[in-house]
């Protein structure tokens, strides 16, 4: 059986096991370490034709999408969870905290968060979960008077995947400088005085 977000459209017995064994070389090699996920390297550790690796994943981006489809999926949760919060400014700070956690963890992750276009389908879909929730979550603390009116979810996983970036960036990797970033995004976020 394969994992929520692995998989498409019903494939072929030996076309699922192809993409499956492709994910899971994927993943290996992310395990060692290599972040570089070079498709012709994939396929060759993986036993299939390059052109097997390519039909499934048309781009390394593609292949970060399917890699992340998970942990996306934890995100929306968190992010409808969330939204539900009886106090909605601790329920986004909540959310942004594990947001950043995420991406800070896994630049592929980061890279499929802040991307414009979406090779799949079901990436696309899990941006709009997602940034329903958080519109949802932003409406509650605008009407509470804890948020600026002109921040738009959009806006906020922009400035979130800013501070992953700067986090990523930066010299040291202190821990703090990720609290010191978010508590700069949090203190923007509240209306003007």
Sequence with gaps: MTPKGEQGPALRADAAR????????????LAAGDDSLQLNAIARLAGVGVGTVYRHFPSRHALWEA????????????????????DPLAGLHRLLRFALLEASEDSGFAAVLESASDADVQTATLKAELDGAVAHL?????????IR????????????????????????????????YLDVLLEGLRPPR
């Design 18 to 29: 192809n993409r499956a064994r492709v994910l899971r070389v994927a993943r290996e090699r």
């Design 149 to 180: 009116r002109d921040v738009e979810a959009d806006d906020v996983r922009r400035l979130l995947c800013g501070i992953e970036h700067a986090i990523r960036s930066g010299a040291d990797d202190d821990p703090k400088r990720a609290e010191v």
């Design 138 to 146: 932003l409406d509650r603390a605008r009407r509470s008077g804890a």
């Design 67 to 86: 890699l992340s489809a998970e942990r996306f999926q934890e995100l929306v949760d968190a992010a409808q969870a969330a939204a539900a919060d009886e």
